[in-house]
């Protein structure tokens, strides 16, 4: 099992959290984003979005971080990460979808203009109003449960992390959201949680 | 089951499309987005995002197309429309998150930008240059598969269809792209596809 990534990268971090949850040895292929090697014919022929992450195993090549996230929890999870009854894989997959909307779009796009001077979908204010959206459903749903979908964590908890704990960079401070700031806590106190920094 | 909608929705299109393929029966409340109907409390109380679509079922409340049509395909589709074997759950699901990713907010945004003014995500430009990674990535898939997941169309197409097949309102037109266009005509053909006109 091979994962292509950057130290960087907030959707390549969502697999490295569950590839550590569940204990799963992986090889590693560092992409040089400085020098656009994501931005190559050969890369493009892995993931034609030219993004990372990308998971190749066993002949399976996946470039969505929510369908590695899917495919590593079915494989290897049993039911714990991912349930395959309707109505809970659903509620899993809501937090997960949100994961690629409002808070790519909103949460990582705006901290990534303001790091690194990308501005490829809208404003900073626009990036943090779509935000609020998010982190104001996030609180909502958090404030009289534990976990995102269920009650234990699933990978809806582990899609949602890595750009809600960033928010602040952001430049959307998460003081008036307590329910969210103790649910990054109860993520990180996860045994096998793995760390940002590589 | 009541599904929440509106007629001109692409994303509570996508659950019609699948609702007709699977021939089932459900209520349907039109919601009166003119006069602001979803952002009031009691829609916010169904949906914190504000949105439509939202499908309430046996007790279970899902306000995400995507999580919906996971829903739906689990609960009456067998195992036809999201397999649950690891690999091909997985190569499903990338396909629905680009639709929610790149096409929601490239097609999708760049169309309502000029139908209705509302540029919340970036500039026309801005969304067709993302709309050009999803078209590429279909039409790189479609020039040598009938259908964008397996073998056979899954919640995969139903869930790309919509803003795809209106990617000319966003001004960005088809013709460069024939295996999609051969394959928009597949999915209308499939017995049972439902009518973007209501």
Same mark, same amino acid.
């Given at each position: 099992m091979k994962l292509y990534l950057t130290a960087n990268s907030g959707n390549s971090y969502k697999v490295r959290i569950l590839l550590s949850l569940l204990g799963m040895p992986h090889e590693r292929a560092f992409v040089d984003t400085g020098s656009k090697a994501h931005k190559q014919p050969s890369f493009?022929?892995?993931?034609? @979005?030219?993004?990372?992450?990308? *998971? #190749?195993?066993?002949?399976?090549?996946l470039w969505d971080s929510a369908a590695i996230l899917v495919y590593l929890a079915r494989k290897h999870g049993g039911e714990q990460w991912l349930p395959v009854a309707p109505g809970p894989m659903a509620q899993v997959m809501q937090w997960v979808a949100l994961a690629g909307n409002e808070i790519q779009f909103g949460l990582q796009y705006a901290r990534r203009g303001i790091l690194h001077? @990308?501005?490829?979908?809208?404003? *900073? #204010?626009?990036?943090?109003?779509?935000?609020?959206?998010a982190l104001n459903a996030l609180e909502l749903r958090l404030k009289d449960h534990s976990w995102l979908s269920l009650e234990r964590p699933t990978i809806a908890d582990v899609a949602c992390f890595p750009y809600v704990e960033t928010a602040p960079e952001?430049?959307?401070?998460?003081d008036p959201y307590p329910a969210i700031q103790a649910w990054l806590a109860r993520c990180k106190a996860l045994p096998g949680w793995a760390e940002r920094r590589m």
């Open positions: 493009f022929a892995l993931n034609p @979005r030219g993004e990372v992450p990308v *998971l #190749e195993d066993d002949g399976v090549v001077g @990308r501005w490829t979908a809208g404003t *900073l #204010e626009q990036g943090q109003a779509m935000a609020r959206v952001a430049r959307v401070p998460l």
